[in-house]
Structures are given as C-alpha cells and as structure tokens.
C-alpha cells in the first residue's frame, strides 16, 4: 500500500501523551537529520538541544551535526533513548518500525513530524507498547506547553 502526507493518523494525537512524553524525556533520537541549517529537521534538533535534550543524531551521510556524533542506524546507538523523532518520507516508514522494534532498548516513544504519517507503520510500533504520535511537530509542541 503507497502512503502519502495526506493520510491521516489512525489515532489523533492525545494531549496527556504529547505532554507526556515532552516533559518525561531527555535523549531524542533524530532520524533523518540534515547537515543543513535551513531544514526543518537541523532546527528542531537544534531546538530541542538549546531547551536541555540530549539530541543523538542519525543519518548514515553524516559523522557529526550540532557537535553531537552522528550514527548510521538506530541500532548503532549504544544506549538507550527516550523518543525517536523522524523526518523521513512516509514510504520508508515500514522499514523504519521495523527497525524500531527490532532494537534491543526501545524508545519509550516514536514522534512523526508534521506530514509524517503511516498508519501501519505507527500500529506496528505502538503494538509493541511504545507510545506514537504522527503528523505534530515536537518543537512547536514544546513551545506550546512551554
């Protein structure tokens, strides 16, 4: 099945979860991170790291951004984190939840950003008992509850 930004999340998001997870967090991986300055996922991440969390970046083109190491894969992080923040097309969201879900320590959380949306791909996450939410920013969502 072909998945685009417009489909709608399965499970709107619940404000207890999205303030849940904003406030009970420290580490955020960030899938699908830019080098760039001008894009969305360098300046959440740069957010985020200027409001106190860990940000671990994750993009395999890349050693280090915002002066954190870089790794390939989620895998590849040696520890656990508390969300997995992504910025990637939806269609490549099936492989990314198995991935999630394979990991050793999970995420207590998985965030699709804005326009980021599989219903699938979040069931299958959320089915393993971590908590999703799809299709909201986390640094909008952040100053809101700031």
Request: glycine share 4%; with cysteine; net charge neutral.
């Amino acid at each position: 099945m072909e998945h685009d930004a417009c489909e709608r999340p399965a499970f709107p998001p619940d404000a207890a979860l999205v303030k849940k997870i904003i406030t009970q967090s420290k580490t955020v991986a960030v899938v699908g991170i830019s080098k760039k300055e001008e894009r969305d996922s360098y300046r959440v991440a740069a957010y985020l790291k200027d409001h106190g969390y860990t940000i671990i970046p994750v993009n395999p083109q890349a050693d280090e951004i915002l002066g954190e190491k870089c790794y390939a894969a989620l895998a590849d992080i040696p520890f656990a984190v508390d969300v997995v923040d992504v910025f990637r097309n939806p269609s490549v969201l099936p492989a990314l939840a198995d991935e999630i879900v394979a990991l050793k320590r999970r995420p207590k959380a998985v965030w699709f950003q804005l326009g980021v949306v599989n219903n699938d791909a979040a069931q299958k996450i959320k089915d393993t008992g971590i908590d999703v939410v799809q299709n909201l920013c986390i640094k909008i969502e952040h100053a809101r509850l700031a």
